[in-house]
């Protein structure tokens, strides 16, 4: 398959050579399948063209019919999914994949990643590289992968991530492992690049003074300094004039200074949950999902 342009879109190149859209749309919290369709198409007909999705979200059948009924071409569309903590290990994974493209009504991923690095990721991972090789998935990635995980996963594979999809927003940088992603040729994709709406965040002085200075609003000074930090972007929202809102960010530019200013709100301390927790972990392991 030919590289995809995504209407001329910015995008970030991918260790394999693939294009993302720098821009996406994300759907965690979109739970009825009939919101998330009637959602991911006001996304698509905005113009968004990357839709992050993944089994637990429980929305791959809205996000699928959003694909079919958008009036856009499947190949024109970035579409990402990720694999349950609950189906890792080689034979499962690869179940899993096949639920999720059969949700989703697609027969191929241009991305899937690993959700948490726990259990038996390194099996999935292999199943994941196969899938990869026959053409299944266009990239494969992770998330929540700290650097001790990817280093593991390193040890033990033939594939570097493509990305490393991670809570990331002006209050937690995650600096240490921009860095490390960065030296390793993964793409850093920041969850929550919102802050999942933190009213801290949008309502920071420093942030309103620069956006009244561009006649922009926070949330898109938030996006373009991601953008400007080279990370490929995720905001969610269900919200018809938030979605426009957040995908109006290619109309201006942050300078060094602003982006300094943006970079100054790091606290270093998460919102949400942290990978190395080892509560998180057992919840994660124990979880009972029905996907
Ligand atoms: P955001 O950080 O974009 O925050 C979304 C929240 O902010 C919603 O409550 C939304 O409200 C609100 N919001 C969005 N835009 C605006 C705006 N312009 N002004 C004011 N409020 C706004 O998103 P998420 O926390 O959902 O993270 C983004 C995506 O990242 C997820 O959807 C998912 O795809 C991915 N993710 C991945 C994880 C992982 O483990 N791999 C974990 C978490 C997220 P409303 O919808 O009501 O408009």
């Not at 063209?49 to 699928?64: F, H, K, L, P, S």
């Not at 426009?244 to 201006?252: P, R, Y």
């Amino acid at each position: 398959m030919s590289q995809k342009t995504y209407a001329g879109q910015p995008v970030v190149r991918l260790n394999n050579g693939i294009d993302i859209p720098a821009l996406g749309f994300g759907v965690w919290q979109i739970d009825d399948q009939k919101v998330c369709e009637d959602t991911v198409i006001k996304a698509i007909r905005t113009g968004y063209r990357m839709i992050d999705t993944a089994a637990i979200y429980q929305n791959e059948i809205g996000v699928g019919k959003a694909v079919q009924n958008s009036g856009v071409k499947r190949d024109d569309l970035f579409i990402t999914s990720k694999l349950w903590v609950q189906d890792h290990g080689y034979e499962k994974a690869k179940k899993a994949f096949q639920r999720t493209l059969d949700r989703l009504q697609l027969d191929y991923l241009d991305m899937y990643l690993i959700h948490w690095p726990y259990g038996d990721f390194l099996g999935s991972w292999k199943a994941m590289e196969e899938l990869y090789h026959e053409g299944k998935i266009k990239a494969i990635g992770v998330c929540n992968f700290t650097v001790e995980k990817l280093e593991e996963l390193k040890a033990d594979s033939t594939i570097i991530p493509a990305v490393n999809q991670i809570e990331l927003h002006p209050i937690f940088q995650q600096k240490e492992l921009q860095v490390y992603d960065r030296e390793n040729g993964i793409a850093t994709q920041p969850w929550s690049p919102l802050g999942n709406g933190n009213a801290d965040l949008l309502n920071n002085e420093a942030l309103k003074t620069i956006a009244e200075k561009y006649q922009k609003t926070v949330p898109q000074v938030i996006l373009r300094w991601h953008l400007q930090e080279g990370f490929v972007v995720i905001p969610k929202s269900v919200t018809p004039s938030r979605i426009e809102e957040n995908f109006n960010v290619f109309d201006f530019e942050l300078t060094e200074d602003e982006m300094n200013v943006v970079r100054s709100l790091n606290t270093d301390k998460r919102l949400f949950f942290d990978p190395k927790d080892p509560e998180w972990e057992q919840k994660m392991l124990h979880s009972v999902a029905d996907i």
